[in-house]
Nanobody, 125 residues
Framework: QLQLVESGGGSVQAGGSLTLSCEIN???????MGWFRQAPGREREGVAS???????TYATSAEGRFTISKDFAKNTLYLRMNSLQPGDTAMYYC????????????????????WGQGTQVTVSS
């Protein structure tokens, strides 16, 4: 069972920035990976994904503010979040697909199989 370990969440003021990290077994670094979030009372939603060919996909809400990247040397997936707003407050999860793709521009929760425990992001106005 693949274990994903997220870190980097916290509390920031509106307009601030955070970088989330997710440690992943090196074997899966070439798989499609993504970041998702879930606010209380809402469905889990895709934020950004990066496929094996480095295709990056962003939710409309994240476009232009968030950047997904991966570092093979550190076996780590990142999500850099700028210009954070109260609406970004949620538990953030990293996730990896079960099988090699390609998956293209997916932000579909159902495409992802392995999930981290989540890291909380709280943005105050």
């Amino acid at each position: 069972q693949l274990q994903l370990v997220e870190s980097g969440g916290g509390s920031v003021q509106a307009g601030g920035s955070l970088t989330l990290s997710c440690e992943i077994n090196e074997y899966y670094m070439e798989y499609c990976m993504g970041w998702f979030r879930q606010a209380p009372g809402r469905e889990r939603e895709g934020v950004a994904s990066i496929d094996s060919d480095n295709t990056q996909t962003y939710a409309t809400s994240a476009e232009g503010r968030f950047t997904i990247s991966k570092d093979f040397a550190k076996n780590t997936l990142y999500l850099r979040m700028n210009s954070l707003q109260p609406g970004d407050t949620a538990m953030y999860y990293c996730a990896v697909v079960q099988a090699r793709g390609p998956y293209g521009d997916t932000l579909d929760v159902g495409d992802f199989y392995y999930w981290g425990q989540g890291t909380q992001v709280t943005v105050s106005s």
